[in-house]
């Protein structure tokens, strides 16, 4: 009997044991369990985090301040920080980051260094491992011996680091930001690499993405006629960013082809990803000739994930004589994107391609060493150790070259690539400074000296002044190349097919107040090929013609104007397409259905609004139409990666080479031609759209080209399902999938210069605050808040709360 | 009634300065020393105990705010009405102390004999 106690007893002592253990979310054996008791019980979990309405006034002190500091949230959760020094305002802005959008900043700069697994499990180590093999960790190193150089400066972003840890450091467990208690882990500290991180991150995303490899594969397939005849790198009809007589008038003209230094082969499939469509930018600016008021008008929208939380922070500080409002990634110090009470400044990105890939020619089976100008070179080796949630590590040995490291390896070891991209670089300027230095830019010359560091991912840096002035600076380092380096995979073998020499920054194109009274920059090729150096890249084709023709014409320009253009969804895609695909000759008008069809694509003009069908038709049809007149690309890749054909040069062929032997159907005896493309694929759009509306589902382009605004962790309760949205891929309002004006900014420079600006998130990354997802509606509906940096404190503070940081000795 | 009362006042009290699994120990420990005599009625208070503390302590922590966790929390199990994550904390709760009461009473049994 007493034995019988003490078995019960060790029943029931075992099962309690493991009941805690699985509420507590501890893992085993590679699976992960929700921890429901720590996450549920409210204490300290998810109930925790729930947001007051009403919010107290905070008091608290700091070592790592010069002098007090008042921040000041506005009823939008805002922070409006007055501060003495530069040094101040940073801890300040770190803190408000890290009070906002920690988890965010986390998770940003495990994504950029490979760590997610770390915290998911083991479905991200793949992606976590593509990471470290592209050289990012490489790249932080690097860049963080670099700004190590410039001390003065890298203490400067100690102090924002500070900041974050100053928040950081007043949680408990029951304060983790809500993403923590899901995952059961707790937040790390912040450090400066972790910024560096998050600059990398930006570089990966923005100029992270080259197509060597595709266009290698096709040049080998194609041969060089028929591939310089579809891979054109300019249009005749193109608009660069920087007019031609803006261009440098540099001695060193363009270099000849080296054909011996590209390496023709075919490359097995790697994770190479095709340029995002949808992600891109615009900005322009006016000049005071071209207004009503007769000041410049300033306006901005990067294009990037839309995200919740928002990519984007909104911040006013005020220090020394600067009262500067704009945007930041969480992360990073300064203002990406703002205005001060004298210039406006933005950026979009220069997509012109910065990475190279070499193929390896080693000297055995080990890899140890490799063959370089005629002599074996040692390879370095490092073993990277990746943690994985749930599960034991995983080591992977990369291999590290002259030009980089070995990003992709071959079964057989003979078609090893390593890859050069200037993020790798250690950087020569404290590129750290350009958003910091933008804030207190009182021209466009300081301006100018505040963005010379920068280094990459090259951004289409525009600003305007109130005094008058608007200027853009492709801006970033660049190699001098001859002409087609860096867009095929290269030998590896010898030093003289790699480019060393940087373009002088005054040599970058650039543009100062045209006579014509605008700059503008989406994307699209940043010269003509009158530029002495070479260039390559993947650029937009249709936004930027819009824009130009737009800002041609107009006159009398009002801000009011410039939020309406930015929300223009008028497609040049479907303007130069659609008349003639709906003049072709074999419609069939005997089907109902197809003269319904027919009829609404008659009558659009071309916008692409949410209620409707037109859009979706032209879509659906154009995709057809690509698919079968590049079916001999696409024949190839099941075996290889294959380098997609622009829109704007399928446009040309159906125009102008409507007999093309592309046009021809492989799998058909007949010789087909664009007109017979048309037709097939105007039917395949045809059914598709019926069985769309079989299936339940409307055909109108909200509903064809959904937009979902995910949570990072993509939890569809975080997150915001089909929003509403106008414009495409090829509208100046460029919404696409998740990608979309991640941040809307127009600014009238007036003596006062006033700013307008929205955001489809909310300052809070809390979900259970009012302002995660507040600005949502008014984004979809094209409003702006209007932002006036000369309020006072006490105007700022109505509905809001301030917090006091005091200065401790 | 009384040890109802005691166990759920102490249950709040050392969940808002410990670690949430404190309910599993709490429980164990005052059913090892303050156990009824039925093994029921034990798991019973226990589980009352958890329950109420969880369920008081969520809807405390629900008041005058932005927005409900009870609806986050809700949906995040799929789209489940706002009074099953009221329900489902409060169950955690009664299950996590039912079972540390039992392991008490069991304990307490062992206890009692070995003084016996």
Redesign the interface.
């Known amino acids: 009997m007493?034995s019988m106690?003490?078995f019960?007893?060790a029943l029931?002592?075992t099962?309690?044991i493991l009941?805690?253990l699985f509420?507590?979310g501890n893992v085993w054996n590679r699976i992960t369990l929700p921890p429901?008791?720590?996450m549920?019980?409210?204490?300290?979990?998810?109930?925790?985090?729930?947001?007051?309405?009403?919010r107290a006034d905070i008091n608290l002190h700091s070592v790592s301040i010069e002098q007090d500091i008042e921040i000041v949230l506005d009823e939008r959760e805002v922070p409006h920080i007055y501060a003495n020094s530069l040094n101040d305002a940073l801890f300040a802005q770190g803190y408000m980051h890290a009070k906002h959008r920690y988890f965010q900043m986390d998770m940003m700069s495990r994504s950029a260094s490979g760590r997610v697994a770390e915290v998911i499990g083991p479905s991200r180590l793949s992606y976590d491992l593509s990471q470290r093999r592209k050289g990012m960790v490489y790249a932080i190193e690097q860049a963080e011996r670099g700004w190590k150089k410039f001390p003065d400066r890298y203490q400067l972003i100690q102090k924002y680091v500070d900041g974050v840890n100053t928040a950081l450091a007043e949680w408990s467990?029951a304060d983790y930001p809500l993403e923590y208690k899901?995952l059961n882990v707790p937040p790390e500290p912040w450090t400066i690499k972790k910024t560096i991180m998050i600059v990398k991150m930006m570089a990966n995303d923005l100029a992270g993405r080259g197509s060597d490899i595709p266009a290698t594969n096709m040049l080998e397939v194609l041969g060089n006629d028929l591939f310089f005849s579809i891979y054109d790198e300019h249009e005749d009809i193109e608009t660069p960013v920087i007019l031609d007589e803006y261009l440098s008038k540099a001695a060193s003209m363009r270099k000849d082809t080296i054909w011996a230094a590209i390496n023709k082969d075919i490359y097995y499939k790697t994770d190479f990803k095709e340029p995002i469509k949808g992600i891109g930018s615009n900005n322009w600016a006016i000049s005071g000739s071209k207004t009503e008021s007769g000041n410049p008008i300033f306006a901005n929208d990067p294009h990037l994930t839309l995200s919740l939380p928002s990519i984007w922070y909104e911040t006013h500080l005020q220090y020394e004589d600067v009262n500067a409002y704009g945007v930041t990634i969480p992360g990073m110090p300064g203002l990406i994107m703002g205005w001060n009470d004298q210039i406006a400044w933005g950026e979009t990105n220069v997509s012109q391609d910065i990475k190279d890939y070499y193929e390896i020619e080693w000297t055995d089976v080990t890899k140890s060493h490799y063959m370089f100008d005629g002599k074996p070179t040692p390879t370095k080796i490092v073993v990277e150790t990746y943690k994985v949630k749930g599960t034991v590590n995983y080591k992977d040995t990369l291999r590290y070259t002259i030009h980089g490291p070995v990003v992709y390896e071959s079964p057989n070891g003979d078609k090893d690539l390593a890859v050069r991209w200037l993020a790798h670089n250690e950087p020569e300027s404290p590129e750290m400074m350009t958003f910091i230095d933008a804030m207190s830019a009182k021209s466009y010359d300081e301006y100018l000296k505040a963005t010379e560091v920068f280094i990459t991912p090259a951004q289409n840096f525009l600003a305007a002044s109130k005094f008058g002035d608007i200027g853009l600076r492709v801006n970033g380092k660049f190699y001098k190349k001859s002409s087609q380096d860096g867009r095929f995979v290269k030998k590896g073998n010898n030093s003289e097919y790699l480019s060393m020499e940087y373009i002088p920054i005054d040599e970058n194109p650039q543009m100062r107040n045209p006579d014509r009274g605008w700059i503008a920059s989406s994307n699209q090729v940043s010269t003509s090929d009158k530029y002495p150096y070479y260039f390559n890249g993947r650029f937009e084709h249709y936004r930027n013609r819009t824009i130009d023709s737009l800002l041609n014409h107009m006159s009398n320009i009002t801000a009011t104007e410039m939020m309406k253009m930015q929300q223009n969804s008028h497609g040049d895609k479907a303007r130069d397409l659609l008349p003639r695909i709906l003049d072709n000759d074999n419609f069939n008008e005997e089907n109902e259905d197809a003269v319904d069809i027919h009829l609404d694509l008659s009558q659009w003009n071309h916008n692409y609004h949410p209620e409707l069908k037109a859009p979706s038709y032209f879509e659906e049809w154009y995709t057809n139409i690509y698919r079968n007149t590049w079916d001999e690309i696409y024949a190839f890749s099941d075996s290889m990666q294959i380098l997609y054909p622009t829109s704007w040069k399928t446009i040309e062929f159906i125009l102008e080479q409507p007999n093309h032997k592309f046009f021809d159907i492989q799998s058909t005896p007949k010789k087909e031609t664009a007109s017979d493309i048309i037709r097939m694929s105007f039917l395949q759009m045809q059914d598709t759209m019926q069985e769309r509306i079989a299936d339940g589902k409307s055909n109108n382009w909200n509903d064809y080209s959904p937009m979902h605004i995910w949570h990072l962790l993509r939890?569809?309760?975080?997150s915001r399902k089909n929003v509403l949205h106008t414009g495409s891929g090829d509208a100046i309002n460029s919404n696409i999938n998740n990608f979309g004006p991640s941040w809307r900014m127009v600014v009238d420079l007036k003596d006062e210069p006033l700013g307008y600006g929205v955001y489809p998130g909310g300052q809070s990354g809390n979900?259970?605050?009012?302002?995660y997802d507040s600005n949502i509606e008014m984004w979809e509906q094209g409003k702006y808040h209007e932002i006036d940096i000369y309020l006072t404190k006490e105007e700022w503070k109505i509905n809001g709360q301030t917090i006091q940081i005091n200065a401790q000795q | 009634m009384r040890s109802f009362v005691i166990l759920t006042t102490i249950i709040i009290i050392c969940?808002?300065l410990l670690?949430?699994?404190i309910?599993?120990i709490v429980s164990?420990l005052y059913m090892s020393f303050n156990a009824p005599n039925s093994l029921w009625k034990s798991i019973a208070i226990s589980f009352l105990s958890g329950f109420i503390s969880?369920l008081l302590?969520?809807i405390?922590?629900?008041l005058?705010?932005?927005?409900?966790?009870a609806e986050?929390?809700a949906?995040?199990f799929g789209k489940l009405p706002s009074w099953s994550?009221y329900l489902?904390?409060a169950l955690?709760?009664g299950?996590?102390a039912a079972?540390?009461g039992?392991?008490g009473y069991?304990?307490r049994?062992?206890w009692k004999?070995s003084l016996t």
């Open positions: 007493s106690k003490y019960s007893f029931s002592i099962t309690t009941l805690t509420l507590n429901l008791g720590k549920l019980n409210p204490f300290t979990g998810i109930w925790q985090n729930g947001q007051k309405t009403s467990p899901l939890v569809p309760a975080l979900p259970l605050s009012n302002e | 969940s808002l670690p949430w699994w309910i599993v164990l969880y302590f969520s405390y922590s629900s005058g705010l932005d927005r409900s966790p986050l929390i949906n995040l994550a489902i904390t955690i709760g299950i996590a079972f540390g039992l392991s069991l304990a049994n062992i004999n």
